[in-house]
Nanobody, 120 residues
Framework: QLQASGGGLVQSGGSLRLSCTAS????????VAWFRQAPGKDREFVAAIRWGSGIRYYEDSVRGRFTISRNSAENTAYLQMNSLQPDDAAVYYC???????????????WGQGTLVTVSS
């Protein structure tokens, strides 16, 4: 129901924009979030946006570098990632839930993940 895309290989300091498109209109309310999971690490919260109000939340390490946004007409959420560092390399997942949270348990619909690789 969620399709994530936009991952790839980028040099340190570079940028990528991830997209998360819903296959049906589940984005009419709730919260869309991005998580990431690096090899051997737990899945961690990156950013979230309340679909209705547009209120945004960020994990401290990405604040000021990443921007989450949404386009209601396209039923798509975005994660613009700038100044990427090797520590940002991970599989990035988008997810939808009815309420905001910073743990994966808050979200019950997940995309398949898109790989971000950052070369130093």
């Amino acid at each position: 129901q969620l399709q994530a895309s936009g991952g790839g290989l980028v040099q340190s300091g570079g940028s990528l924009r991830l997209s998360c498109t819903a296959s049906r209109r589940i984005y009419s309310s709730g919260v869309v979030a991005w998580f990431r999971q690096a090899p051997g690490k737990d899945r961690e919260f990156v950013a979230a946006i309340r679909w209705g109000s547009g209120i945004r939340y960020y994990e401290d390490s990405v604040r000021g570098r990443f921007t989450i946004s949404r386009n209601s007409a396209e039923n798509t959420a975005y994660l613009q990632m700038n100044s990427l560092q090797p520590d940002d390399a991970a599989v990035y997942y988008c997810a939808w839930g009815t309420e905001y949270g910073t743990t994966h348990k808050a979200y019950n619909i997940w995309g398949q993940g898109t790989l971000v690789t950052v070369s130093s």
